[in-house]
């Protein structure tokens, strides 16, 4: 029996997500014995870039975030990547999703470029939180508490920079995921 079990976590994504950001985490979660469900704006497959460059895998979607109710699921997982984050961002369901986590306390991570996601739904303010470097400015105009670290934790919200945090990122998702809700994640 994994840490996880019995938890349901939603994985929001779309064309363009760094590869290794969705499929690391997320069989680190099923090995917890997770239920994980890929969400994303339609129906279908998904592909991922590595490096920004190559178009790679597919990835089976499970539901539309049309579809998709967050209060079904424990936490979220939001994988970077250039075009993924900047997909989402200009998505109002997309946000909304996002903004539910927040105001249910339940835990969300975001690594890499994802962050940005975070931006535009309006729940960085006063929070710490990491990134890949080049976003730290939109980031800290947005109000948060950038710092350059592996993997950082506040209220519920785990943050990593890059692919090379992963091992990092994903020990933080499971622990997070595990406690479940936290009384200081908010909107």
């Excluded at 940005?116 to 739904?121: K, P, V, W, Y």
């Amino acid at each position: 029996m994994g840490l996880l079990t019995h938890r349901i976590i939603a994985v929001l994504a779309v064309d363009g997500f760094e590869e290794s950001e969705l499929t690391v985490p997320v069989q680190r979660l099923k090995e917890e014995n997770a239920t994980v469900h890929i969400i994303s704006a339609e129906m279908g497959k998904i592909q991922p870039m590595k490096g920004d460059k190559d178009w790679t895998i597919e990835v089976d979607v499970d539901k539309t975030i049309a579809d998709a109710d967050a209060s079904t699921y424990h936490g979220l997982l939001l994988p970077g990547g250039v075009l993924n984050p900047d997909t989402l961002r200009k998505n109002e369901d997309a946000l909304t999703f996002v903004k539910a986590f927040f105001e249910a306390g339940k835990p969300v991570a975001a690594i890499c470029h994802a962050p940005q996601i975070l931006i535009s739904a309006e729940v960085v303010k006063g929070r710490k939180l990491t990134s890949i470097p080049h976003i730290s400015i939109d980031l800290k105009n947005a109000g948060a508490n950038w710092v350059d670290e592996e993997v950082v934790v506040d209220q519920g919200l785990v943050t990593s920079r890059s692919p090379k945090d992963l091992p990092a990122f994903c020990d933080k998702i499971v622990e997070e995921f595990a406690e479940g809700v936290h009384s200081g994640q908010h909107a």
